[in-house]
């Protein structure tokens, strides 16, 4: 008999069925037994007889119940299962180190952690990767209809995009490779190869020491680049867009998991407040006293430039725009002799996306890279791309786990991450 | 002025536009030079007086053109734009290593991939990656429909699925890890934390010394796992109804970028033909007098039995069931003493997909694993996931790589990797 899932049994009311799924609770009475079924639609009330002998059958076995669909109130559906036979598929072998069937996981980081598996099976945990799906799907999309082809480059690479640090190293046969920090490199050799805008969302690197609650060592990327801009204006204004898509998306198709997960999303109704760096710089000192920033915002100046967002603009998110070029990468663009095209969209209190506009001339790449101390010989594959005409461009990347944590409302961005690596963390 | 792409220039016909791309030829007559430039969309025709200096465009460089559209008969459309302003924003520096305003590109695979950029602008490899995406996005479409959820897993594992042998190292701070050679462990644990039904398109990483045309060292695999399953029957019925569904979004998404590649896509009608593993090897003997077979079926015998396949069956696929316990993992469910539950399926010549059911229950995946001379206390945290409710579960993984290629007639693999990795290519 074919398998009926939980949220079609409503179908099946006074006929017989077959269920399967994992045992979310049981409750003993006198002459019955309750057990609740939980499959990946649901949960069910089932009944049955004390005839049965239950009492090998563990919470969180799994089991399959033949029964009677009978219309019933309770706290799950307006239906209940009287079960004619149950089946023990696989049983549970020893104690559960967690406890599942509570509204919440009263456990640890490091224990959900370690027990990934079942704390998985938990709805507040597994409705955060329901939500990351959807923001991910939504970056597809949106980026689908804007005629942006997907793309996939390698994650072995032999130089690093972002400077020589905080690369893992790789025994390639004989050679040295590095895991990539990002496809920046790729990306914009895609947009020069004619695809002229791309995005891939795959996994990055970065060997980064610090084990801080903002830091995976392996995400997962958002990427997108786009040829034939003007400036980084158009990047950001992009990112408005995108944004918007896919807070609407999760509003309409997450409804349910946010509700479980009581988070609240905002759809962005004006633009988001474009403030340049060395204002957000000027108003941390001036309106916040805060000191020690020394030419860079650190994680607390995050918090409270986004405060300030939040108080003048009622806005969660600000873009900071025209990073210092001492701080940005040899391939962001220019402006003046100080400044560059570029940005950063910080989030609720936290950066989740740096973009910019990139240099696509070769003479002034060439000149970059030296003022930034670097041999334009260690780049010759990436610098012969700017000999055969490449357009002007630019692009951003947003960490998938970073936006998911923080509209969710977690501070830890493991939180958000499926199986997550991290300075000690390689297991699961 | 907004910029007008190439294929919706026959919106404006009679009024002026802005257009930008690429030069993809130039033919000076005598007093007007006819100028085809290429973007995202496609090729248009310009018409520029001789009066406007063009001794210094080359071929390739980034221009952006304004002029009057007209109708016109030639090659490309039935319009033309006659140009009254040109500016080149991007001109080409060196000369170009290939050729790129020719029908093939008449190059060899190594001049192809060291000049990525450029080649990729022609539309003969464009179009591999544009069907490629078609695949990929068939997958992820067909699956979500029939309530599969997408997981993204990590790719530094501690310890590998497939055995010992083939992984890259990985200096992970004081510890050793590896690439993942398959998301195997990962998404059975999915499976069983309650998501049922898992797929990953992803990077995968084979150490493999050896450097064929059918090889990548770094790939990209389209996994599927799913519980509830009766036996590796369901998984093989479930790629049926997927490669269906795929082969159809193709043949309607992909019509243009079939007609540049020349390729012929034929759907499946029928069910694929199942033939065990033994019996191949018996046809490979009698039929075909193959020798040195010892148990395995080689590249030639792959090509053999696909000929048989398409000579019985008249089908391009074919599934070969019940592989040997030895040939197999020790995830995978024996059948019988000899056998297994498990199958590949080859395609037009080649192997595209392994799957099969998995062993759910711990003392038979513990058993199995001392049959295969593995020591359980290696796999602690794998095992550990089958004590808590596993379902009867199984899947399978396709080589994107692999099936773009078959599908467009490539015999090296390579040609459908946008930035391939094998035994010497770690560039660009």
Redesign the interface.
Known sequence: MK?V?INEIDNYINKKIVI?G??YRIRKLKSITFIIL????GYVQCVVSNEFKLNTI?V???ISIYGMVKESNNKYNGFEVDVEQLNI??????E?PIELNKENLEINLDTKLNN???S??HDKV?SI??IQ?II?NGFREYLNNE?F??????????EGAEGGTEL??????E?Q?Y?AQSPQF?KQ??V??????VYEI??V?R?E?HNTNRHL??Y?SMDLELG?IEDEEDIMDLEERLLKHILTKVLKEGEKYLKILKAEVQVIEDKIPRVKFSEAIEILKTKYNKTGLDGDIDPEGEKLICKYAKEKYNSDFIFLTHYPREKRPMYTMPCGTEETHSFDLLFRGIEITTGGQRI???DMLIENMKYKGLDPENYD??IS????????HGGLAIGLERITARLLGFENVREAS????D??R???
Do not use: C, Q
Request: proline letters at 6%.
């Open positions: 398998r899932m399967k994992w045992v939980r499959d990946r639609t563990k969180e076995a799994v598929i696989n049983n549970v072998l020893a559960l990934r598996m079942l998985i099976r597994n990767f329901k799906n991910a005629g082809t997907e793309i996939s480059t390698p994650k072995l690479v032999k893992f190293k790789v025994e390639y046969f050679k490779a895991l790729y050799m895609m020069g190869a004619g695809f002229e805008r795959g996994h690197y060997a020491e060592n392996e997962i034939f696509h001339e070769y594959s990436y791309n700017f000999k055969y005409g490449m357009p002007p499926l199986i997550p690596r300075r000690t390689l297991m699961p």
